[in-house]
């Protein structure tokens, strides 16, 4: 009888264990650690596999449509910042930063005609530069060389006489970038619009003004930041 207690006994412990339920990391944070290093496709990935599982979530949207901006993906960020704009705070300001977005998107296409099928576009001359207003030039260069493609922002501060003023560009192959007929008044340059920035620059502009301003690692924001962001 003993040896089959034991036996059942035996026959007890050997059950195995009801399987462990598995728990999903959100992929959220690794979104953001991927914007800090500037790797905005990988960003972009795990951010929308974020908004499957919190298709609400304000800051998702908003970083996927910050990354899919940088990534020239400009129908998603469009989107994207299009939501924000609808669900965000109004006084948020990723809803602010979204309706800027958006208002320099809707100046660009208003400026540009769109061709008739089957015949080739003209080319656009540049606008003519007014003497009364003021322009901004310069290099973008980085440690590895001069930086084709940056985005770049021209933003009127608040407060002051241009803060409706918004101007968004890329550079070209060789880093150059020209910001033409610019209202005279106190501006940021900078390369982010949400994130770290390489640049945070004030630029103050007078009247008919053609001012050179060279982007490298001698004026970023570990050399210089003239809008340090708040510490926590």
Known sequence: MAAIALAASGCRESRPEPPKAVVEADPLPAARE????????TAATLLR???????????AHFRL??????????????????WVVANAQ???????????????RTTVTR?????????APAPTEPPAQRPELAALSGRAVGPGGPMSRLQLFLKGLPESSVKD?????RTDSQGNFHFANLVPG?????????GPALWRLRVVLAPGQRLTLDLSPSNDVAARDDFPEPRG
């Not at 449509?65 to 299009?82: C, G, K, N, P």
């Open 65 to 82: 449509a910050v990354s899919t901006s940088h990534l020239d993906q400009i129908d998603e960020a469009s989107r994207e910042f299009e």
């Open 34 to 41: 991927a914007m800090g290093r500037h790797d905005y496709a």
């Open 90 to 104: 109004a006084d948020a300001a990723e809803a602010r930063i979204a309706h800027e977005w958006l208002t320099s």
């Open 165 to 169: 003023e918004y101007h968004l560009l």
């Open 186 to 194: 106190e501006y940021m340059l900078t390369n982010a619009v949400a």
């Open 111 to 119: 400026s540009s005609k769109t061709p008739a099928p089957g015949v």
């Open 49 to 59: 596999e974020t908004l499957v599982r919190q298709s609400g979530n304000v800051e």
